[in-house]
């Protein structure tokens, strides 16, 4: 019996299938045998693929999912004593359980932001009692890129805060779930907003940029990845049959696909954003500079909304909703929601 396919809506671009090119990647691989837990060509293709986007000095592990790799490269950086500095709206501590506390010992102290980006002087009240035994030791930042508000870092923020890191001893993690994105809106390359401004290590996002499952840990910092096939081992992400996620990312690396995919959601939320500007009741809170929309509307009309093009409350307090667009958001979908919300806002 064939599903009725699932309408697209805003919730978020882990909502959206798996681009035909992927798709067709996966296909392709099915056949034969070939040595498992990333031991394949597959998998050495893939890595090549990162290594011409980031330099041939990276090390590359591939994973399961983004909290997995957000755990495992943080798990590398420390240890139980240390504690990780992030945005209070960072994924590792809002949406990922408790893991990253859970499976690396270490404490998270959040920084409350007004756009969900770090800077030197927001970091500056948690860089104390190193060297003091009754004090967890400071020793990671974590940044998302672009950040869960869906702004975006500039290369020089980031240089900033890594300097800064560095000169303390400690160490800057990115989150790169939506890194395609931030680096289309920057019209940048990938190492010049990693690599190139001081990121030690990198969870690099697939999944919410068309492939299916899987994601990347990407070293800069080649000495944290001493341990990490064990780390990733012991941490349960170690896949056996690796060349079905390796061949995704040999084909999101390959002719700009990554780049295509995100700048289609980008230019979808941009289009989404002008919209509804126009609209009574409609007020966008955050710049639009990645896939993702924030807006305050009224209360009372969220749940009509919802029956039109399903998202995700934001805060319910302020009434602020949270609209994602994806590599196959359409042009169609945007202007069927906007004209139900032009008939149901007043």
């Not at 990333?38 to 990276?58: C, L, M, P, Q, R």
């Not at 790799?69 to 950086?77: D, F, K, P, S």
């Not at 070293?219 to 990845?225: I, P, S, V």
């Not at 990554?258 to 289009?271: F, I, V």
């Amino acid at each position: 019996m064939k599903a009725t396919p699932y309408r697209r809506g805003f919730a978020s671009d882990n909502n959206a299938g798996i681009h035909p090119d992927v798709l067709n990647a996966i296909f392709d691989a099915n056949s034969g045998h070939t040595r498992a837990y990333g031991d394949d060509t597959y998998t050495e293709s893939a890595v090549n693929k990162f290594k011409a986007h980031f330099g041939n000095d990276i090390e590359v592990y591939f994973v399961y999912n983004g909290t997995g790799a957000n755990v495992l490269g943080i798990n590398a950086a420390t240890d139980s004593y240390h504690a990780v500095i992030c945005a209070n709206t960072a994924h590792i501590h809002v949406d990922e359980c408790g893991a990253p506390e859970r499976f690396t010992g270490c404490k998270l102290l959040a920084v409350s932001t007004p756009d969900g980006k770090l800077s030197v002087d927001g970091i500056k009240p948690h860089m104390h009692g190193f060297g003091v035994e009754h004090h967890a030791q400071p020793k990671v930042v974590s940044i998302t890129q672009a950040t869960e508000l869906g702004t975006v870092y500039r290369p020089e923020e980031i240089a900033e805060l890594s300097k800064f890191v560095h000169e303390n001893g400690m160490l800057l993690h990115m989150d790169g779930a939506r890194l395609a994105n931030a680096a289309v809106f920057l019209d940048s390359e990938l190492r010049a907003i990693t690599k190139d401004v001081g990121v030690d290590v990198l969870s690099f996002g697939g999944t919410k940029n068309g492939i299916m499952v899987g994601e990347a840990v990407v070293f800069f910092n080649r000495k944290l990845a001493r341990n990490f096939k064990y780390l990733r081992k012991q941490g349960m992400q170690l896949a056996s049959k690796m060349r079905f996620i390796s061949v995704q990312f040999d084909a999101l690396l390959s002719n700009d696909l990554w780049r295509k995919n995100a700048a289609h959601s980008n230019r979808m939320a941009k289009r989404l954003s002008r919209e509804v500007k126009k609209l009574p009741g409609i007020r966008i809170t955050q710049p639009v500079e990645a896939n993702g929309i924030f807006i305050k509307v009224p209360q009372d009309k969220i749940s009509v909304m919802q029956s039109e093009r399903f998202f995700y409350v934001w805060n319910e307090e302020t009434s602020e909703v949270r609209w994602m667009t994806s590599f196959d958001t359409t042009e169609e979908d945007i202007l069927s929601f906007v004209d139900f919300l032009k008939k149901n806002l007043t």
